[in-house]
């Protein structure tokens, strides 16, 4: 039906018709022109010319042919054909009516034949357009020609065979051989060689030397050779013919008369036979091959039949079972796929099945179940097959697991996505929750858990975990890592892998097994992910439902996102580096520029252009020394580059200019930056404008070198200048000198007159003093009113002298103060001079301190030279200030008392209790000699302490001996005054030795509280309160103030001994002594005269009523011991 179909479609046909009848002829074409006009018939009228026009350009559908040519056969026409392969087909005419000649015709291969009798032309357009479609659709026109090799020993009958199918068959190609023996030489020896030269054999019975059937023998049994054998034999039997079906011949046939019309059918059909048999063998090879190839494939095939409107399972290939691990059986019941598709990927699958019915194709993958539980990845192509009127079918399909490939694929997925997220600046949670959500999606069965390390808390944090329950998640957070911390606290702490099969067996996690088997989580595997240089980020964990052991594919899988999470954190964590440094880059207070290698300017930050006044875009691109200030020479820069190419960097101070000129000082430090392969790629320069802290290390300098209040270089810029004024001194082989100047008496004026007055005079004084120096000297201001001068290159030894009564002369001019004070004020000076007198800073300092006070103890307002003596004077000194602090824990201090005696009756009244300093097996230590050097060092107030206590308790034995009360007077030192315990300490004293507060009086001196009159009156009043008399010594020797002293609480004042020592032959003591006693009773207060040691003295006093005196006159101070017997013998008290 098709090959019809094809027929009609055939719209003109061009026919070359050899006929040498004209009337045949002209009849065939006046009837296809009537029935068949779409046939064009042209006509040759012999062979010759028929095959001259098919062999001449131009093209014929078929060729219609006579049998009976006057100069040839028909057949001879068709073998042309053939012979040139044309496509034209060819349909014989016979006018015999002779069925052989047709059934030779056919078997020539010719496409049709036709007898002219009756209506054979009314037949004949279906006949040529029939044979023009089996012509079309025949698929062996262009097969090799049947070969045939004919073994017969008669010549005759070869010539015959040859001539008969030259004339009849010409496609048959004959060779003969004459010899079985020749024969069996070209065949092969064995089927692996065959190779086939012949399709067809044709041998006869009867050969000579080894007959037809041996030799069938031979080819069958021994060279197991299944080429197509036909026998011909002359005088057959009925045995022969039994032998040769025995041996494996595919035909027989006898010499009958026309047999050669039958010997073309045989051939074709045992050849086609022949065939048959080896595709069938092959096929079953073929199919058998498959079968195994199928087995071993990848690939599983399966087949589904439309019952209905539903689909049916009919066949599955037996690989299922090898691949999936179902058998056939299974994979054919209903339902069994769809129950299998992963539960997520169902609905999509199904929606994806109309594509099916559209495109009649389908190609696509979802997740499927393995019969062991596992995920697995299907891709499933799908073909829709239907009927000629598009009814669909059946499907055949194809699933292929591409478990590995769909791994490879969201690996890389992953990889990409988050790239992608973090090149959109996601947060690290966002980030980590795609890849645990990846990983999850490629295999279902892992809970997966990342967990950062906090490197400061050591702590892990919950950072994503979208499969885990909240409250598990809860408790894990802050986890402290360590060992047996579960799987993730060991193996951060570790940095190593730690797998946990079975949670509820393992150590690591008892103490949390309520936690876990409340979320049900039976496994753990926690793999640490760690940065470039190996130090460990945090844990990428996965838990399971069920206890399960790792099998290589899953920790390669979890290893490849351990990777992308390593690199997703590190990326964040450095785009937040870069971040910060960016940030830093533009808030740092400090100017940062970047320069390449040519140098240029990069970048600047904004501290930068706020620093030197150039914008952004006014230095990019720019050369560095755009800002160079020209104070530096090339040398400089060069050592500048020098050290940044050998060491990689450059600190140092350097003056720049601003925009607008300005040169301001900078600390600069350049720093060379490396690539990856250790290469300087960049220079990086930070800077600070150190304008403010150079002004402020002046102000410091000036400071720490410069006394504050008269501008003048203080002790430690003196001291300096003198180290390098004698280092000059010993180059140049000259002398220099100091000169110690101290105000004399400068503490009146303070005290007087305020500091205030006292800083104005100092100022003047300093101002006054450097006026009349060289350039070259330097005067200092070592503290309070005492000064320096050092004087270089001394030339003149008088120049010291010249100098020093210069400075005195200065100061006899009196100061006007800008207060409107006017002040006189002398100095004293002591000299020392290089290299005679000291080598060193020190001692020429002081040694010109030893004689300023030489100079003051001989008068002040003069000067004096140290001499070897004031240096042995002062060595003593120092010994002997060693020596006290050691007698004061010694106990070598001892109380003297010398007795206070009433000048109108004689008697005894009290005593003053004096300190002497008495080291064993040496002489006594005048007081004169240690109470100064116990001032000046701070020792007084221990000192007084004991004395004020041991004193009160002498009193306390006395009068525990029997004695009547006396008075026991105290001394009190400045520095036991103005300390903040005073009270504190004489009520202790009172209290500790049971001492009346009445029969204690203390002697205090006036320059002690008149420095600051009020605070000592409110010390004084206290004092008084406690019952304590009071009692002002030396008065008259020192500044007093009659407003503050009759304010003053005191009960008594003492006539210094200096005045008392002239009352016999100096006007001027007598007098003071006459109004002191004269004052004192105006006051109300009593007198007592101290060191009297005469009758006249006594007398004067008596005379201007002075109360009470001592001395040694009547008494001389002496040990409590010896002063108690002294009493108790003399009985001289009432």
């Not at 140092?652 to 720093?671: D, F, S, T």
């Not at 006189?824 to 010109?848: C, K, M, R, W, Y």
């Not at 001394?971 to 005054?977: A, G, I, K």
Request: proline share 4%.
């Amino acid at each position: 039906m098709v090959r019809f179909q094809r027929a009609a479609q055939i719209s003109t046909m061009r026919v070359l018709y050899i006929e040498d009848s004209a009337s045949d002829a002209d009849l065939a074409r006046r009837t296809l022109a009537r029935i068949a006009p779409e046939i064009e018939l042209e006509v040759a009228v012999t062979l010759t010319a028929g095959l001259k026009q098919l062999a001449e350009p131009g093209f014929y559908d078929l060729l219609l042919v006579d049998l009976s040519l006057p100069d040839g056969s028909g057949l001879e026409a068709l073998a042309s054909v053939r012979e040139q392969r044309l496509s034209t087909a060819v349909v014989i005419l016979t006018g015999s009516g002779d069925e052989d000649s047709a059934i030779a015709a056919l078997k020539a291969s010719a496409d049709d034949y036709l007898i002219k009798r009756d209506d054979y032309l009314e037949r004949l357009p279906r006949t040529l357009r029939n044979a023009v479609g089996r012509f079309r659709c025949s698929v062996d026109r262009n097969q090799p020609l049947l070969r045939v090799l004919y073994i017969e020993h008669n010549i005759s009958d070869i010539d015959l065979m040859r001539r008969h199918l030259a004339s009849h068959t010409p496609h048959v190609h004959l060779t003969a051989m004459t010899s079985t023996q020749d024969a069996l030489a070209l065949l092969p020896t064995d089927p692996v060689e065959q190779i086939a030269a012949f399709d067809v054999l044709l041998v006869d019975y009867r050969m000579p030397g080894m007959d037809g059937l041996e030799f069938i023998k031979r080819l069958r049994n021994d060279r197991k050779l299944d080429i197509p054998i036909v026998l011909i034999t002359g005088q057959g039997s009925e045995m022969v013919t039994a032998r040769a079906l025995h041996l494996g011949v595919d035909d027989y046939l006898s010499k009958h008369e026309g047999y050669l019309y039958e010997i073309v059918a045989i051939l074709e059909k045992v050849q086609h036979q022949a065939e048959l048999t080896r595709e069938r063998i092959s096929l079953k090879r073929t199919s058998l091959r498959l079968s195994h190839l199928l087995a071993a494939s990848p690939t599983i095939l399966y087949n589904l039949h439309f019952v209905g409107e539903t689909l049916q399972s009919i066949w599955v290939s037996e690989n299922i079972e090898r691949l999936l691990g179902y058998t056939q059986e299974e994979a054919l019941a209903p339902d069994w796929w769809y129950s299998h598709v992963y539960p997520d990927d169902r609905e999509a699958v199904l929606a994806r099945q109309s594509i099916l019915f559209t495109d009649g194709q389908l190609t696509h993958d979802y997740r499927f179940f393995h019969r062991d539980g596992r995920v697995v990845w299907i891709l499933d192509e799908l073909r829709l097959v239907r009927s000629v009127d598009g009814r669909p079918l059946e499907i055949v399909g194809a699933w292929l697991d591409i478990s590995e490939q769909k791994r490879d694929e969201l690996i890389r997925g992953a990889h990409q996505s988050a790239l992608d997220l973090i090149v959109t600046n996601q947060p690290l949670a966002v980030i980590l929750n795609d890849i645990a959500q990846r990983l999850e999606t490629i295999n279902p069965d892992m809970l997966v858990s990342i967990l950062l390390l906090d490197k400061h808390t050591g702590r892990l944090k919950h950072n994503v975990a979208p499969s885990l329950p909240d409250d598990y998640n809860a408790v894990v957070e802050e986890m402290k890592i360590g060992d047996g911390n579960g799987s993730c606290g060991t193996s951060v702490w570790y940095g190593e892998p730690v797998i946990v099969s079975d949670i509820d067996q393992h150590p690591y996690w008892q103490p949390y097994l309520e936690l876990t088997r409340k979320a049900n989580l039976h496994a753990c595997w926690s793999v640490p992910f760690k940065d470039e240089a190996g130090r460990v980020l945090g844990t990428f964990s996965i838990y399971y439902h069920t206890p399960r052991e790792p099998v290589p594919a899953d920790l390669a899988l979890i290893n490849e996102f351990v990777s992308i999470t390593a690199l997703a954190v590190q990326k964040v964590y450095a785009t937040e580096t870069l971040k910060q440094a960016a940030a830093v880059f533009e808030s740092a207070r400090e100017g940062i520029v970047i320069v390449d290698l040519e140098p240029r300017i990069l970048a600047v930050n904004r501290a930068y252009t706020e620093i030197t006044g150039y914008s952004e875009a006014q230095v990019l691109g720019k050369n560095p020394k755009v800002i160079r200030s020209g104070r530096h020479d090339e040398a400089f820069y060069k050592a500048m580059w020098s050290s940044l190419i050998q060491v990689g960097y450059w600190r140092g101070e350097i003056w720049n200019r601003r925009k607008n000129g300005e040169i301001y000082p900078q600390w600069l430090a350049i720093n060379t930056v490396r690539n990856d392969r250790n290469e300087p790629c960049n220079y990086v320069g930070v800077f600070t404008d150190i304008t403010q802290v150079k002004e402020s290390e002046e102000r410091l300098m000036r400071i720490a070198h410069y006394d504050p209040l008269t501008g003048l270089p203080n002790r430690l810029l003196v001291q300096s200048r003198l180290h390098h004024a004698i280092e000059r001194a010993q180059r140049h082989n000259y002398r220099l000198a100091t000169l110690y100047l101290d105000l004399d008496r400068f503490k009146n004026v303070n005290d007087s007159l305020g500091h205030p007055i006292g800083d104005e005079l100092l100022i003047m004084l300093a101002s006054r003093l450097k006026k009349r120096l060289r350039e070259e000297d330097t005067l200092a201001r070592l503290g309070g009113d005492e000064f320096l001068l050092v004087l270089e290159n001394i030339r003149d030894p008088s120049e010291p002298t010249t100098v020093a009564k210069t400075l005195i002369n200065l100061l006899t001019t009196p100061f006007t103060l800008p207060s409107g004070h006017e002040i006189f004020i002398n100095a004293s000076i002591g000299i020392s001079v290089f290299p005679d007198d000291a080598s060193s800073v020190t001692e020429l300092i002081q040694h010109a301190d030893m004689a300023m006070y030489l100079a003051k103890q001989e008068g002040r307002n003069t000067y004096r030279y140290h001499t070897e003596a004031l240096s042995i004077a002062a060595n003593e000194r120092l010994v002997l200030e060693t020596r006290l602090r050691y007698a004061l824990t010694a106990g070598e201090f001892v109380l003297h008392y010398q007795p206070l005696i009433h000048a109108g009756s004689g008697r005894v009244v009290g005593v003053e209790a004096l300190v002497r300093w008495q080291p064993p097996d040496k002489a006594m230590v005048p007081p004169g000699k240690f109470i100064p050097i116990a001032e000046e060092t701070g020792l007084i107030v221990p000192l007084g302490e004991w004395v004020l206590r041991t004193a009160c308790a002498q009193g306390r034995a006395w009068m525990d001996a029997g004695l009547p009360p006396l008075v026991m007077a105290v001394n009190l030192s400045v520095r036991q005054f103005q300390s903040a315990n005073l009270i504190e300490l004489v009520q202790r004293v009172l209290a500790e030795t049971q001492f009346p507060a009445t029969c204690l009086e203390l002697e205090l001196t006036e320059s002690m509280f008149m420095e600051h009159a009020e605070q000592s009156i409110d010390t004084l009043r206290t004092l008084k309160a406690l019952g304590v008399r009071l009692a002002i010594d030396d008065f008259g020797t020192g500044y007093s103030s009659l407003t503050y002293l009759k304010r003053f609480p005191i009960d008594k004042l003492k006539i210094d001994q200096s005045f008392v020592h002239g009352l016999a032959d100096d006007p001027n003591d007598r007098e003071i002594a006459a109004t002191i006693i004269a004052m004192a009773r105006s006051l109300k207060l009593t007198v007592l005269a101290e060191g009297v040691e005469s009758e006249e003295q006594l007398d004067f006093l008596r005379q201007h009523g002075c109360d009470y005196y001592q001395g040694f006159l009547f008494h001389r101070p002496v040990p409590a011991l010896e002063f108690e017997a002294w009493i108790r013998e003399k009985s001289m008290f009432e």
